[in-house]
């Protein structure tokens, strides 16, 4: 039986594999910029409050390496951004659930990187890895029709805006994962993110103010902020206890399937119907990331499976 402090690691897990299914819908209330604002600002603040407990807020941000905060910082937000746009401009909801699987493309991203960004050395099962996944994510894409190149051609153009920041989420947490590592310094990082998560928030509604969306705010969108903003704060404590005290690596396998539970999640909470190509592929971007995972020597243990 994993101690608790493992324990704290599957549920940040768990809580992040809620995100796609509630960025939809709040994006189906909100719009995307307003829901990710909300969501942002609450749980940066909740952060805040988190960090109070063992340190200065100031002190910490004065603490952090500056080419760390403005780096990452706006690799974090830029993530989230696209993040939010890619869930809120799928055509449907069954196109969420494909939006979905091109942003897992991050792991195996974040250990291609990890050989040009920090030095590691892979083995013959990257390349294995690395086209399990892609083939996982033609698999999704081609889920309703012929599985052809054509295709693949002709859904992905049906809606490009939405797949291409999907795949910008991908590639700018892949960057994150790294340069957090490379840039943050020996002190402890975990207090970056609250400061990341309110700029996000700020950011987005700045950006808001210049959009037409329109947000109609009830009580269920209330709510779903409320849990969202603190399910994305709570994951980030329990992934540094996790990571700190609990065991690493049994943790950082299991952080590999979260784009299973993200799409149950979302099946689930979105009532969408999912077909069989749709968990083959899923399954083909688990293995393809933990083979990319395992061929890697050296590999970071503290990174982040966000969403």
Request: with cysteine.
């Amino acid at each position: 039986m994993p101690d608790r402090n493992t324990l704290c690691g599957f549920l940040a897990i768990l809580l992040w594999s809620t995100t796609i299914a509630l960025a939809r819908s709040l994006s189906e209330q909100l719009g995307p910029l307003s829901s990710g604002a909300a969501v942002y600002l609450v749980g940066g603040v909740l952060c805040l409050f988190h960090l109070r407990r063992s340190a200065s807020p100031l002190a910490t941000l004065q603490k952090l390496p500056r080419l760390y905060l403005i780096g990452c910082g706006s690799l974090f937000v830029l993530y989230m951004f696209a993040f939010f746009e890619a869930v809120g401009l799928a055509a449907d909801r069954s196109q969420v659930l494909e939006v979905g699987m091109v942003n897992y493309l991050w792991p195996s991203l974040t250990i291609l990187f990890s050989l040009l960004l920090l030095g590691k050395k892979g083995s013959w099962l990257l390349i294995p890895g690395s086209l399990l996944a892609l083939l996982g994510v033609f698999l999704v894409l081609t889920q309703e029709t012929a599985i052809s190149w054509a295709s693949f051609v002709q859904n992905v153009t049906g809606n490009p805006l939405a797949y291409g920041l999907a795949l910008v989420a991908a590639l700018s947490w892949g960057l994150y994962s790294n340069l957090t590592r490379r840039w943050a310094g020996s002190d402890d990082s975990s207090g970056g993110v609250a400061f990341f998560m309110l700029a996000t928030g700020a950011v987005l509604l700045l950006l808001r103010q210049f959009s037409m969306e329109v947000s109609v705010w009830n009580p269920r969108a209330v709510a779903e902020v409320i849990f969202l903003g603190l399910a994305t704060s709570l994951a980030y404590v329990c992934w540094d206890v996790a990571m700190r005290k609990g065991d690493i690596v049994l943790v950082g396998a299991a952080s590999y399937l979260t784009p299973f539970f993200s799409t149950l999640t979302s099946s689930l909470y979105l009532q969408i119907g999912t077909g069989p190509r749709l968990w083959l592929g899923c399954f083909a971007i688990i293995i393809g990331s933990l083979l990319s995972w395992k061929s890697v020597t050296n590999r970071p243990e503290n990174r982040t499976p966000h969403d």
